[in-house]
């Protein structure tokens, strides 16, 4: 269930968070509740780093063959960087 918030903030923070949200294609919205989640969602029990809410959000959004070799990849892209 969403429910209305109201905050009283420096109108220039406003400003350059309306721009940061735009840049990042979400609403001011969607970044203060993502904020707002990540500080207060209680951390998990056991010894996996848990995923923010934006990493959630971006899942399933590549597709990858299921033979992919990102550590392959990375090296070849380190070859090439520094030739």
């Not at 109201?6 to 294609?25: D, G, H, M, P």
């Not at 056991?46 to 550590?71: F, H, Q, R």
């Amino acid at each position: 269930m969403e429910t209305k918030l109201t905050l009283r903030l420096n109108k220039n923070v406003i400003e350059r968070a309306k721009i940061y949200a735009n840049s990042k294609k979400m609403s001011l919205s969607k970044m203060i509740e993502a904020y707002l989640d990540s500080l207060t969602r209680e951390k998990e029990t056991n010894s996996e780093e848990s995923i923010t809410a934006l990493v959630e959000s971006l899942s399933g959004v590549i597709e990858l063959p299921s033979d992919y070799d990102y550590k392959n990849e990375y090296g070849d892209y380190l070859i090439e960087k520094y030739k």
